[in-house]
């Protein structure tokens, strides 16, 4: 596992960017100054260093914070290869589920409302569990249900949820 001085000395983390370059030359492809790593086929960023294969945001964590994160690193904007410094938050994995973008099945527009039998349900996600809130005749009031029931919970509405 790398230390945060290890990846001082070998990259350079741009907050504003994202971006790792590389300071040494990790091999005779790779010049000093290029942007360090490639967006694998899940989206994400990964960087090989002393041959082992890390993410860049867990590596973007390391590098400002001194550590590994503990728990799920979740990109704020929901794209996984950006990796500035303000699009990254520690999160738990329901935060992490909240933060997700919506289902292409979701007809609604808006997590946790849907339509069944002309009427529109709301059904929340919260500590584990699927919670039936109610049935409406109208979307509006089955958006503003559900948006007071995550207040009420603590939770963002607006925030993926």
Do not use: C
């Not at 290029?34 to 993410?55: F, S």
């Amino acid at each position: 596992m790398i230390t945060q001085k290890e990846l001082k000395e070998a990259t350079h983390y741009s907050p504003e960017t994202g971006d790792f370059t590389w300071l040494k030359r990790p091999s005779n492809r790779v010049k000093v100054g290029d942007v360090a790593g490639y967006i694998a086929p899940d989206g994400y960023v990964q960087i090989r260093i002393n041959n082992i294969l890390y993410k860049s945001h867990r590596l973007a964590f390391l590098y400002m914070e001194g550590e590994f994160p503990v728990n799920i690193i979740d990109h704020i904007n929901h794209d996984p290869s950006d990796n500035k410094w303000l699009n990254l938050r520690h999160a738990d994995r329901f935060l992490n589920q909240k933060n997700m973008k919506l289902s292409k099945r979701n007809s609604s527009g808006i997590s946790g409302v849907s339509k069944r039998n002309k009427r529109w349900q709301v059904i929340i996600h919260a500590n584990g569990k699927s919670n039936y809130i109610g049935s409406y005749i109208s979307k509006s009031d089955a958006v503003e249900v559900r948006n007071k029931t995550y207040k009420d919970l603590g939770f963002s509405p607006t925030h993926g949820i």
